[in-house]
């Protein structure tokens, strides 16, 4: 069992930065792929960062690419999500999520544990 603690979220203004950040119980962290996705108000869950168990594979999205960093600390089974240039579309409740293998994806359904959750909010 794995369990996903996000922290971080909040309040920003646009063009501004935050840094998510997942931390993961367990100790086989450095061998799971891990991810993060978003969901805004009245629309779908998407897809937005993922990482491989050693950070050589990484995934994002394209609305976010250039602007986000996905990052993991082994030793701290964390994973990371370094924001910037942030734009009220970026505003979403973001969600860590955990795979039990080394491989990262972009699917959703891949993913067996998830995070509660952390609020990021971009005023424009």
């Known amino acids: 069992q794995v369990q996903l603690v996000e922290s971080g979220g909040g309040l920003v203004q646009a063009g501004g930065s935050l840094r998510l950040s997942c931390a993961a119980s367990?100790?086989?962290?450095?061998?799971?792929?891990m991810a993060w996705f978003r969901r805004a108000p009245g629309k779908e869950r998407e897809f937005v960062a993922a990482?491989?168990?050693?950070?050589?594979?990484?995934y994002y999205t394209d609305s976010v690419k250039g602007r986000f960093t996905i990052s993991r600390d082994n030793a701290k089974n964390t994973v990371y999500l370094q924001m910037s240039s942030l734009k009220p579309e970026d505003t979403a409740v973001y969600y860590c999520?955990?795979?039990?293998?080394?491989?990262?994806?972009?699917?959703?359904?891949?993913?067996?544990?998830w995070g509660q959750g952390t609020q990021v909010t971009v005023s424009s």
């Open positions: 367990g100790r086989t962290f450095s061998n799971y792929a």
């Open positions: 999520a955990s795979r039990t293998i080394f491989q990262a994806t972009l699917r959703a359904d891949r993913y067996d544990y």
């Open positions: 990482i491989s168990s050693g950070g050589e594979i990484i």
